[in-house]
């Protein structure tokens, strides 16, 4: 039976083997135990290969993890070139280019308790 390796973004360690080939899956690594996606092993090794080398057209280096990942996945599991590929409008820089994977942290999400409760005095009663 044919299978895909799926490999732990966060450790780059952790791989599991799954009977079918999706882009990536979404589980807690064992290893970093992290909740991490743990994408497919043919992505990663053309992401790595988009590391050493990428056309010129593509910016390579301006894409944020995410976007490398769409890329790599549409060139190993679809066949596509990365040179078709051209972002434009990536104006969202928040990776630091000195590379440590780990030094990603979840956002703390703020829960909105913002109910517009305005009173609206208008309420019309009909004098009888
Ligand atoms: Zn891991």
Not at 78 to 83: F, L, N, P
Not at 91 to 100: E, I, K, M, P, R
Not at 113 to 122: C, I, K
């Given at each position: 039976m044919a299978t895909d390796t799926y490999r732990c973004l966060?450790?780059?360690d952790h791989t599991v083997a799954r009977a079918f080939d999706v882009s990536h899956i979404s589980m807690t690594c064992p290893v970093c135990e992290s909740f991490e996606r743990l994408v497919n092993d043919r992505v990663v090794e053309q992401f790595r290969a988009l590391e050493n080398s990428s056309p010129e057209?593509?910016?390579?280096?301006?894409?944020d993890r995410t976007e490398k990942l769409f890329v790599a996945e549409r060139v190993a599991r679809?066949?596509?070139?990365?040179?078709e590929f051209s972002v434009a409008?990536?104006?969202?820089?928040?990776?630091?280019?000195?590379?440590?994977?780990?030094?990603?942290r979840p956002e703390p999400t703020e829960?909105?308790?913002?109910?517009?409760?305005?009173?609206?005095?208008?309420?019309?009663q009909t004098a009888d």
């Open positions: 966060h450790c780059q057209s593509l910016d390579w280096d301006r894409l679809r066949g596509r070139d990365a040179s409008g990536v104006s969202d820089d928040t990776g630091t280019a000195a590379g440590d994977a780990s030094g990603e829960a909105s308790g913002d109910e517009s409760a305005e009173d609206t005095g208008g309420d019309e």
